[in-house]
């Protein structure tokens, strides 16, 4: 199972228990074993318990860096590689609509080379930023600055 799947499905769980929660309905939880049942199945079976798992954004980081190379990597596994990052919530939506729409293509290949080229994204950002810092355009700089931080936590976590 993806990470990416992993992750959306503990959100759908964690959002079915608060909604559960929020309309006074109880979530459905296995019977409970009788004491003698217990000790006849003891080391067969564990005792019955909520289990919960979070999974950080270092985490879901370190996956997307072993998966990934943000130096050379396609316009369909960069956006494979956002997806997970969203997913995993190590980026926000507002990180991933930055990510997802840029930076121009002004820095990598032409837009009819194909979805397999690979681009060094890392560089793309930069130059990007440059423009917008040259054409004095401080929103665009912050955004480029957001991306080059995400997508450089990526390529640091690499090593």
Avoid: C
């Amino acid at each position: 199972m993806k990470i990416s799947q992993l992750a959306l499905a503990f959100r759908r769980f964690a959002h079915h228990q608060e909604a559960a929660s929020k309309t006074g309905d109880k979530p459905v939880r296995p019977p409970e074993i009788s004491a003698p049942q217990r000790e006849s199945e003891r080391g067969a079976r564990a005792e019955l318990s909520e289990d919960t798992t979070e999974i950080s954004p270092e985490a879901v980081f370190r996956h997307a860096a072993q998966r990934y190379d943000p130096h050379r990597i396609s316009p369909d596994e960069l956006q494979d590689l956002i997806d997970l990052l969203y997913d995993g919530q190590a980026i926000s939506a507002r990180d991933y609509e930055i990510l997802a729409n840029g930076p121009t293509r002004a820095a990598g290949p032409s837009p009819d080379a194909g979805l397999e080229v690979q681009r060094d994204v890392v560089a793309a950002w930069q130059d990007q930023r440059v423009r917008d810092t040259a054409r004095g355009d401080i929103s665009a700089v912050e955004s480029d600055s957001r991306a080059l931080s995400i997508i450089g936590r990526l390529a640091s976590a690499a090593f």
